[in-house]
């Protein structure tokens, strides 16, 4: 069984910073594409980061320059660091990773129980 653990949502006034944390445990063989997905009250859940093993990132247009995603492989963590925070960024954060529980199997996505990030005008 996995489980994606996150922490470090809560209340911040605009312009303030919060940094997401989350980690991956469990029978995990490999751990592919990690990030951040997140989702507003009456609207979709979105993209906001995700980060390749190698590094790779890629960012929704709206955060760029804000917001930073970093993963520490041997961990099997991923961060995301919110700086600048906007109102228009409170919204339910989900951790996101693509996994493979053994040599043998197909990927699947992985989704974290989301945590609430307000931001304040």
């Known amino acids: 069984q996995v489980q994606l653990v996150e922490s470090g949502g809560g209340l911040v006034q605009a312009g303030g910073s919060l940094r997401l944390s989350c980690a991956a445990s469990g029978s995990i063989f490999s751990v592919y594409l990690m990030g951040w997905y997140r989702q507003a009250p009456g609207k979709q859940r979105e993209l906001v980061a995700v980060i390749t093993v190698d590094g790779s990132t890629t960012y929704a247009d709206s955060v760029k320059g804000r917001f930073t995603i970093s993963r520490d492989n041997d961990k099997n963590t991923v961060v995301l660091q919110m700086n600048s925070l906007k109102p228009e960024d409170t919204a339910v954060y989900y951790c996101?990773?693509?996994?493979?529980?053994?040599?043998?199997?197909?990927?699947?996505?992985?989704w974290g129980q989301g945590t609430q990030v307000t931001v304040s005008s």
């Open positions: 996101y990773a693509d996994i493979k529980l053994r040599a043998y199997v197909r990927r699947r996505d992985y």
